[in-house]
């Protein structure tokens, strides 16, 4: 089973400024099956990246990914009031699919 | 536009059955891989179990296995989730997901309780 691990837990930042998110993999996984989701609380979660690196339909640009292997990174450029949410990055290839525990980012 | 409702959660008694439901309309249903994805209260997202295009391959996280069933009725554009022996751990907001999670429902609450 592929263990997700993100970090930091919490991200205590001002809006306009810049959130970088950490996920890192037990061991390496393929760029195509790992995902990032912001969700907030009473809403239905949201895809944002798929496949490490690609916006999924509607998402603006000012979120990106990266990674490789094990270590992965959700950036979101200039943060805007609707982004202060929870964010799950996801492996999604061989069972079973797994999520990171999530990093809450919040109003500084 | 891509929906998928949820329904079928309520309170059951520990070792009770519940069976969960989602209506899936505006695409097509019939060729993508669903599953199903719990968050239990003040948790993370938890996947349950997927499903293939045609039923014929399940697969579920050890947690349920033996316990839970999913299936689908392609006709209907429906998803189901049967449970049984649910146990006061299964108390969770149960969501229906195309794919990995392409798209999600809101939800239905589930809680396994005495």
């Known amino acids: 089973e592929i263990v997700l691990t993100q970090s930091p837990g919490t991200l205590s930042l001002s809006p306009g400024e810049r959130a970088t998110l950490s996920c890192r993999a037990s061991?390496?996984?393929?760029?195509?099956?790992l995902a990032w989701y912001h969700h907030k609380h009473g809403q239905a979660p949201r895809l944002l990246i798929y496949g490490a690196s690609s916006r999924a339909t509607g998402i603006p640009d000012r979120f990106s990914g990266s990674g490789s292997g094990t270590d992965f990174t959700l950036t979101i450029s200039r943060l805007e009031p609707e982004d202060f949410a929870v964010y799950y990055c996801q492996f999604y290839g061989n069972s079973p699919w797994t999520f990171g525990q999530g990093t809450k980012v919040e109003i500084k | 536009e891509v929906q998928l409702v949820e329904s079928g959660g309520g309170l059951v008694q520990p070792g009770g059955s519940l069976r969960l439901s989602c209506a899936a309309s505006g695409f097509a249903f019939s060729t993508y891989w669903m599953s199903w994805v719990r968050q239990a209260p003040g948790k993370g997202l938890e996947w349950v179990a997927k499903?293939?295009?045609?039923?014929?391959?399940?697969d579920y996280v050890d947690s349920v296995k033996g316990r839970f069933t999913i299936s689908r009725d392609n006709a209907r554009n429906s998803l189901s989730l049967q449970m049984y022996s649910l146990r006061v751990e299964d108390t969770a907001l149960y969501y229906c997901?195309?794919?990995?999670?392409?798209?999600w429902g809101q939800g239905t609450l589930v809680t396994v309780s005495s």
């Open positions: 061991q390496s996984v393929s760029s195509s099956h």
């Open positions: 499903i293939n295009p045609d039923g014929s391959e399940k």
């Open positions: 997901a195309r794919q990995a999670g392409i798209h």
